[in-house]
């Protein structure tokens, strides 16, 4: 069965400009999380969605945004970036239960000039 | 509030020494509690879960409700242990969703 499958793998943007990354579950996975992965601050959780609906959100400001389409696929969006937004933008999937693993992707490497 | 703490940030062991990666977490109920893990290069991963009680790669974690804890042990690290150690909470009620620690960085020295 086909992991999560995050793309693109790398992305250079400078500031002021938007980006769109996109992640594709496992199939049967109905929940996606996204997460912000930086060696100083770890894993930082963005949003999770779950059946199109945005369930939870981390302290992130308004910039970042996402959905999630019928077949689960999800996106998200950073508008106005900036320096600091360099990062490895993880996305997970996972069965909507407690208790079950979150399979991850590979990541989405941003770097902002 | 829900919240999963791992105070050390880097965690740096000799071959062969014994590692414990701590972890802390809050949460008003009974949270499913997991190690996840990063080797370089690699993709993160499932280590283990508390519920399984089960050691992986020589890996074992304990759950504490007294302490809200749920610390990572192995007995003698080795150098292909050298990663980066994530615990996560997952919720058992109310909104799902996964809270994961900050994180250690485990260096294992020859």
């Known amino acids: 069965k086909a992991g999560v499958t995050q793309t693109p793998r790398y992305l250079i943007k400078t500031r002021g400009q938007q980006v769109t990354l996109s992640c594709s579950p496992i199939s049967g996975h109905r929940s996606v999380s996204w997460y912000q992965q930086t060696p100083g601050q770890g894993l930082q959780f963005l949003f999770e969605y779950f059946s199109e609906t945005q369930r939870n959100k981390g302290n992130f400001p308004g910039r970042f945004s996402g959905r999630q389409f019928s077949n689960s696929r999800s996106e998200m969006n950073v508008s106005t970036l900036e320096l600091g937004d360099s990062a490895l933008y993880l996305c997970a999937s996972s069965f909507n239960q407690a208790g079950t693993e979150a399979f991850f992707g590979q990541g989405t490497r941003l770097t902002v000039v | 509030a829900q919240r999963v703490t791992q105070p050390e940030k880097l965690l740096s062991v000799f071959k062969g020494a014994p590692v414990e990666l701590k972890c802390n977490y809050s949460?008003?109920?009974?949270?499913?509690l997991f190690w996840y893990v990063q080797y370089s290069r690699q993709r993160l991963q499932l280590l283990l879960r508390?519920?399984s009680r089960e050691s992986i790669k020589g890996f074992t974690a304990d759950l504490n409700k007294g302490e809200t804890s749920f610390h990572l042990k192995k007995p003698f690290a080795q150098e292909e242990d050298s990663a980066m150690y994530y615990c996560?909470?997952?919720?058992?009620?109310?909104?799902?969703?996964?809270?994961f620690g900050t994180g250690t960085r485990l260096k294992v020295l020859a």
């Open positions: 949460y008003s109920g009974s949270p499913e």
């Open positions: 508390h519920i």
């Open positions: 996560a909470l997952s919720a058992t009620s109310g909104t799902y969703k996964y809270i």
